[in-house]
T-cell receptor
Framework: QQQVKQSPQSLIVQKGGISIINCAYE??????FPWYQQFPGKGPALLIA?????SEKKEGRFTISFNKSAKQFSLHIMDSQPGDSATYFC????????????FGQGTELSVKP | DTEVTQTPKHLVMGMTNKKSLKCEQH?????MYWYKQKAKKPPELMFV???????INESVPSRFSPECPNSSLLNLHLHALQPEDSALYLC????????????FGPGTRLTVL
């Protein structure tokens, strides 16, 4: 199975709160897990990425948690700001299919002031 | 510098027109990608070039024709498109197919009348 299942589809968070987006996968040939942030009409921007041998990676307010045994990974946005309102995509790279990225369906985040 | 540039930003074309989309990167990346993205959906991979050779073609109709003139440039030639081809076309690049993150350009918004 090459799917990456992302939830929730949409998320509303108050300013200063924590936004949490979850992704799950089944394919063990995935070797790299990036997260992208996309504003309307713009290209996806790489936010943060993790390899499966690492359980957590933090960059500023953004943290990826990775649970290899459960085949799940999540993005936490601490102290969420209105400027974080965007669509977030998780992805997984398939190492035996030319390094293709398989994307989740996206989460539309709205941070209310 | 992690910039991928794309021209034009917007393109409107009739079904009988021929047009080209251009993508450029100067990061020394040897893998370049074309994606198509419909509204509120994740990017869909179309083509992958690795070291200037076509590596992956995701069964894209022949009315889309990619070209990689050199390691920094990627073109997508369009001919006899259909209205359902209207979408955001994204270019991305990475160190190689199997190494490094993919960095996306801002995209070309294509409308087919």
């Amino acid at each position: 199975q090459q799917q990456v299942k992302q939830s929730p589809q949409s998320l509303i968070v108050q300013k200063g709160g924590i936004s949490i987006i979850n992704c799950a996968y089944e394919n063990t040939a995935f070797d790299y897990f990036p997260w992208y942030q996309q504003f309307p009409g713009k290209g996806p921007a790489l936010l943060i990425a993790i390899r499966p041998d690492v359980s957590e990676k933090k960059e500023g307010r953004f943290t990826i948690s990775f649970n290899k045994s459960a085949k799940q990974f999540s993005l936490h946005i601490m102290d969420s700001q209105p400027g974080d309102s965007a669509t977030y995509f998780c992805a997984a790279r398939v190492n035996n299919q030319g390094g293709k990225l398989i994307f989740g369906q996206g989460t539309e985040l709205s941070v209310k002031p | 510098d992690t910039e991928v540039t794309q021209t034009p930003k917007h393109l409107v074309m009739g079904m009988t027109n021929k047009k080209s989309l251009k993508c450029e990167q100067h990061m020394g990346h040897r893998a370049m990608y074309w994606y198509k993205q419909k509204a509120k959906k994740p990017p869909e991979l179309m083509f992958v070039y690795s070291y200037e050779k076509l590596s992956i073609n995701e069964s894209v109709p022949s009315r889309f024709s990619p070209e990689c003139p050199n390691s920094s440039l990627l073109n997508l030639h369009l001919h006899a498109l259909q209205p359902e081809d209207s979408a955001l076309y994204l270019c991305a690049s990475s160190l190689s197919q199997f190494r490094g993150s993919q960095y996306f350009g801002p995209g070309t918004r294509l409308t087919v009348l």
